[in-house]
């Protein structure tokens, strides 16, 4: 019913606008899926993207005023008047949009949907994603043609996090609370679930390593040829056993705690690892037989992937290539907006 009655409102507020509607496009990440990548690969297509009537906003609009008043931080409620002035700031925006003759607009923020430190906590994924997307959905006058969403396996998706969130100053984590990760009983298909009861937007679930202007194409319903240029970029790669070694010892902590070499750390055990890949298969099986219906899974993209997709082992690395920094707001302890 819920589903029914907000992609109800969304049909009407684009008859009652009466021109040709942009196709708005929400990228919630998820974090850990080359998101930093994708978003790379838009700006440096940004002239190309152009002439084919595709707008990109990225981290650098939505962590400033675009969005603020939208989402809560912890534990903090949402100023009415802050969001109605979110509301029509977004709108305005948009029209901007479609006055310089958009036709798509890509809308990429990994944070929407949460931050993998929040998951660290609850030891589970994105608890809250229904909720958040849904005041984000409202903060669009329900204007998202589609949301996309990339999954990555869970044996691969929670060493990659933690990796991440140790080099940048969180504790390393203790057994008992790998534990509670690898028991876990929330899947990707709960958060698909969630995301569907609480927007009428369609989902496209992609798979983690899609080249990016497979990303493109799929996104757009394979509306727009995308770029070919800068799809080799991979950034944001988490950290590796020295550069976590050396990050802690900088700051004074156990380095010794990380095993030696300079390999992908694996914090799991193996009865956890085995626990994480059972989990994932769980969720190939509900996406392989059609996702309940709830969404369109895209594991491949548009045409396969044409690097050579390596399977999420415990202690993999990304492929070879560029594997620098992105945008260093992944594991967040401050607000989502008001920081570039």
Not at 37 to 55: I, M, T
């Amino acid at each position: 019913m819920m589903h029914r009655m907000i992609d109800t409102h969304r049909r009407i507020a684009a008859r009652r606008r009466g021109a040709r509607q942009m196709d708005v496009i929400l990228h919630i990440g998820a974090h850990r899926t080359a998101t930093t990548s994708f978003q790379h690969y838009l700006r440096l297509n940004g002239p190309a993207l152009q002439r084919r009537r595709v707008g990109f906003w990225g981290p650098l609009r939505t962590r400033g005023a675009l969005l603020a008043g939208v989402l809560p931080a912890t534990n903090e409620v949402v100023d009415p008047k802050a969001r109605d002035t979110a509301r029509r700031r977004i709108e305005t925006a948009l029209r901007r949009a479609e006055a310089a003759g958009l036709r798509h607009l890509v809308v990429s923020e990994e944070n929407l949907p949460g931050t993998p430190a929040h998951n660290m906590r609850q030891a589970q994924l994105y608890p809250d994603v229904g909720a958040r997307i849904a005041r984000v959905s409202e903060a669009f006058g329900h204007r998202i043609s589609r949301v996309v969403m990339t999954l990555r396996p869970q044996p691969g998706y929670w060493p990659s996090a933690l990796a991440c969130a140790v080099e940048r100053g969180h504790p390393l984590p203790a057994r008992a609370q790998l534990d509670r990760i690898a028991r876990g009983p929330r899947l990707w298909q709960d958060v698909v679930r969630d995301l569907a009861s609480h927007q009428g937007a369609p989902i496209v679930l992609l798979r983690h390593r899609t080249a990016p202007d497979d990303m493109l194409t799929a996104m757009t319903a394979r509306a727009v040829a995308a770029p070919q240029d800068h799809t080799d970029h991979w950034l944001n790669a988490a950290p590796d056993r020295a550069e976590l070694r050396a990050a802690l010892d900088a700051r004074g902590a156990m380095a010794c705690a990380i095993p030696a070499g300079e390999g992908a750390w694996q914090p799991f055990t193996p009865d956890q690892r085995a626990l994480l890949a059972e989990a994932w298969q769980d969720d190939e099986f509900w996406l392989a037989a059609g996702a309940g219906g709830l969404a369109t899974y895209l594991p491949t993209g548009r045409s396969g992937l044409r690097k050579t997709e390596q399977s999420e082992r415990a202690g993999q690395h990304l492929p070879p290539g560029r594997h620098q920094r992105g945008q260093a707001h992944g594991i967040e302890k401050r607000r989502m907006v008001g920081h570039r």
